[in-house]
T-cell receptor, first 110, second 112 residues
Framework: GQQVMQIPQYQHVQEGEDFTTYCNSS?????IQWYKQRPGGHPVFLIQ?????EVKKQKRLTFQFGEAKKNSSLHITATQTTDVGTYFC??????????FGSGTQLTVLP | IAGITQAPTSQILAAGRRMTLRCTQD?????MYWYRQDLGLGLRLIHY???????GKGEVPDGYSVSRANTDDFPLTLASAVPSQTSVYFC???????????FGDGTRLSIL
């Protein structure tokens, strides 16, 4: 069956440092979505990637979809304390429903 | 403000009791979902509905039931609560399946 690994599980960075989280799939993905969940909050949709090799930017956030559509990354440049939270990738799984990765919990130290 | 409303916000429940978590959306989205979120396990899909009148089982459906009588409402029922159902429950909706999802604020449920 389809397996997607999200790494790392946890990341602590000093404010101002960069951060990257990765989602790696054993099979080709039709698309991938990224969500952010603040502590105590609910997941909030960030972006959807559909095309092979696609790169999208949102201010300090850069999202990439691999050429083979088997991996994706979210990169944050110069982290701020407002970036704290858990970042999830999600992808189309069985029964055409989204499956969420296990998430990367980001802590930003001031 | 358009969005998803979940109720209650939190609940403590005795094991064996019946409980219905409510979810209402006003965005006229076709698809709705129920997830549970447990520490270290991310979001797991319980049940979903691609359109009013239809429902489907997700990854962890046992012990839960849903109904979708209309577009706006998607209640989740625990027929006989057990302690392992202690979790945070999120309802979500989207325009269609595999489209970006909008989440409610969640219901924190504790079963004793």
């Amino acid at each position: 069956g389809q397996q997607v690994m999200q790494i790392p599980q946890y990341q602590h960075v000093q404010e101002g440092e960069d951060f990257t989280t990765y989602c790696n799939s054993s099979t080709t993905l039709s698309n991938i979505q990224w969500y952010k969940q603040r502590p105590g909050g609910h997941p909030v949709f960030l972006i959807q990637l559909v095309k092979s090799g696609e790169v999208k930017k949102q201010k300090r956030l850069t999202f990439q979809f691999g050429e083979a559509k088997k991996n994706s990354s979210l990169h944050i440049t110069a982290t701020q304390t407002t970036d704290v939270g858990t970042y999830f990738c999600s992808f189309s799984g069985s029964a055409r429903q989204l499956t969420f990765g296990s998430g990367t919990q980001l802590t930003v130290l001031p | 403000i358009a969005g998803i409303t979940q109720a209650p916000t939190s609940q403590i429940l005795a094991a064996g009791r019946r409980m219905t978590l409510r979810c209402t959306q006003d965005m006229r989205h076709n698809a709705m979902y129920w997830y549970r979120q447990d520490l270290g396990l991310g979001l797991r899909l319980i049940h979903y509905s691609n359109t009013a009148g239809t429902t489907g089982k997700g990854e962890v459906p046992d012990g839960y039931s849903v109904s979708r009588a209309n577009t706006d409402d998607f209640p989740l029922t625990l027929a006989s609560a057990v302690p392992s159902q202690t979790s945070v429950y999120f309802c979500a909706s989207s325009v269609g399946d595999n489209q970006p999802q909008h989440f409610g604020d969640g219901t924190r449920l504790s079963i004793l």
